[in-house]
């Protein structure tokens, strides 16, 4: 099923004893629909505060009654406000939502601004400054490709690798914001928030007319998080869609 | 000053005993810089759970000495973070938000979808089926002027009648969104919610065939609370904006 949720209110997308989870409360969800527990598995374990309108949630039923079309409902009855089924659908038993993702798309939303808006504070990061698009652009264009991103990689992240591809990363004003938008087979930890932050701290860096010594590139390529500038905030990130084959 | 809020958490823009209200917390900021009671006067008096982004409050202060540019900053430190001061200005005594204001903008939010959205629930009203936009907007085009909008007003609104002009009215595509915006010189209690909640209804009647006898401008013409149909809910609304000469 695709799931939509605001992030705000919640410690995160994975199951933490005595938190208030969104796999906590789906699973609850789905228990009491079962009579039981029901295990999932999801494309992205998104952290606390970021939010999700395209994120992927897979599980086991015999209630093969219900069809496709009435599971969100069906389920969304029993699930909390800032937490919507969009979408479901039956799909093979061998599928699984994180290991047969293929793309997962990321938006990081910016408004540039004086003063907050208090209608969008839980979605999106303000910045007092203009970004110069075309000189951030020139910088994000380098993560395209097959790349070790360890210098964007948080400790504490899981075991497999640092090596990931990126398939898009870049900056676009769309209304009265910008967006940053980035797709890739996999993301390391805090990997989106650590690229968003190191470009803006560098964007900021250059209306002050300070000269960076190394370029963006130079960064990527040492591997080494000392490197990297200041996480960006979770809460005006969002997991926007997988791609599966 | 310019006002921007989020409505969800307060019972209206005007002060009740016992609630939490927008000019509760604006007058409370301003007894906080200033050592002792100061009254506000708005552009509007918006319902509980209707947003601002363009709200106006004038008040009177002898703090002269705090430059024009400095006052957002210096009243946001004392506000909750659901409201913000956008910009402020010394204007002429004889001012009043309310009285010298010649037109109020306002917008109506509204997603076509069969699921709400987590991340908008706040902010829009979600219907499920899509909006005939030519021809609610030939509905809508028959509010335009000065006419008696008694049909369209709550009981227990204000005394000063019921004639008001609009100035412009019409539903368009935004994104994913409907977005109906509307300016007149001055609303009835619960004026748009009732205009957009009929609007709607006759739209939702068109697409399952059913014929509409009287004609929308029928209802206008009738000057009858009974014509109307169901009040839009108040999440959807946003004082966008207020002119002054």
Known sequence: M?????????????????????????????????GGPIGTSAAGRTDSGVHATGQYVAFMTDLASIPEERW????????????????????????????????RHYRYRILEAEADDPLRRRYVHRIPWQIDIAATNAEAATLVGTHDFATFAAAGGEGNGTVRTVYYADFRRLGDEVVFAICANGFLWHMVRSIVGTLLQRDRDRHRSRIHKPTFADLLEARDRAGAGTTAPAHALCLTGVDYD
Chains 1, 2 share one sequence.
């Open 72 to 103: 969100g409902a069906a389920l969304n009855g029993h699930l909390p406000r800032d937490v919507r089924v969009q979408a479901a659908r039956f799909v093979p038993p061998e599928f699984h939502a994180r290991f047969s993702a293929r793309r």
């Open 2 to 34: 695709r799931l939509a949720y605001d992030g705000t209110d919640f410690a995160g997308y994975q199951v933490q004893p005595g938190e208030r989870t969104v796999q906590g409360v789906v699973e609850s969800a789905l228990a009491a629909m079962h």
